[in-house]
């Protein structure tokens, strides 16, 4: 059984259609991204997963529940992250944990995690840097042990270092069989710690896709540099095409199959020739773009 199932969601605000139509799953165990510009629909999908918001059409289950009828045992079990998260001032670090602890249980993860992100629990709110805010809301979504982590945009703020730390934790949690859902728009986060991504458009799904699957994506980036100018037409193609010119140095993107360029680049006098697959952010814009 998916840990979360989601089925022809719709979230519209009055015209607005914020969320149309979505649909997708995701597995116990499995670190799933979702990609997408500013004002897709991301933040609104999760705050109705979280039932912040009621759907104007459709279903989500999570962890087997409805997300609406047993919201309250479901809060329980789950750990979020806000992408703005709006604590209270002149409370320390520590003074938000203990508050947590009053009403979801007490526990020995909380000091754990404030070691390992380092984090002065003495600091009131109010004089934390934007990183050291970040690390307090996520040592709280995660100090309780839950079952399921929404995060929105976790590792805005935080050093390479500390994002290294954080991604570790994540992929640890996951082991161990919990279930991280995780929207982003560091797309070599995702690349490096993601299981699957679901891409999101104008509040609709684009795809739902493996990283895997993404990485071996027929899209490769070509340099060629030849002995003489070489003419355009020469090199362009029903799958090919010339980014870039200069002093006989040319630039090729190619998608699909990539004999049939190289058959052209063969005939031609070149100097060198160097050929790489596109990086996953030329892959999620290909995607995007459809």
Not at 34 to 58: E, H, S, Y
Not at 112 to 119: P, V
Not at 246 to 262: C, F, H, Q, W
Request: aromatic fraction near 8%; hydrophobic fraction near 40%; proline fraction near 3%.
């Amino acid at each position: 059984m998916p840990s979360i199932r989601v089925k022809d969601l719709k979230k519209h605000f009055g015209k607005t259609r914020a969320v149309d139509g979505i649909s997708f799953e995701v597995e116990k165990g499995e670190i799933f991204g979702f990609l997408g510009p500013n004002g897709a629909g991301k933040t609104t999908t999760i705050r109705a997963m979280m039932d912040f918001i009621r759907p104007t059409f459709g279903s989500i289950e999570i962890l087997g529940k409805d997300a609406q009828d047993d919201s309250v045992y479901l809060k329980g079990k789950i750990g979020y992250l806000s992408n703005n998260a709006n604590l209270y001032d002149s409370w320390s670090a520590q003074k938000h944990i203990n508050y947590q602890q009053n009403f979801r249980g007490r526990t020995k993860k909380a000091s754990e995690l404030l070691k390992l992100f380092n984090l002065n629990p003495k600091l009131k709110f109010k004089n934390l840097s934007s990183g050291n805010r970040q690390k307090l809301s996520i040592v709280l979504a995660l100090m309780n042990e839950p079952e399921i982590l929404f995060l929105d945009e976790p590792t805005v703020a935080l050093d390479p270092l500390l994002q290294n730390v954080f991604h570790g934790y994540l992929k640890d949690f996951a082991e161990a069989g919990g279930t991280v859902f995780m929207s982003s728009h560091n797309l070599s986060e995702v690349e490096r710690v993601c299981d699957r991504v679901g891409i999101i458009r104008d509040g609709k799904m684009v795809a739902v896709e493996k990283i895997s699957d993404m990485k071996l994506q027929k899209m490769y980036d070509i340099h060629v540099h030849g002995d003489r100018d070489i003419e355009l037409d020469e090199l362009k193609g029903k799958n090919t095409e010339v980014i870039s010119h200069s002093d006989g140095a040319y630039t090729l993107k190619v998608k699909g199959d990539i004999n049939p360029i190289l058959k052209k680049i063969a005939s031609l006098d070149i100097k060198d020739i160097e050929i790489t697959h596109v990086s996953l952010e030329d892959i999620f814009m290909e995607f995007y773009q459809k």
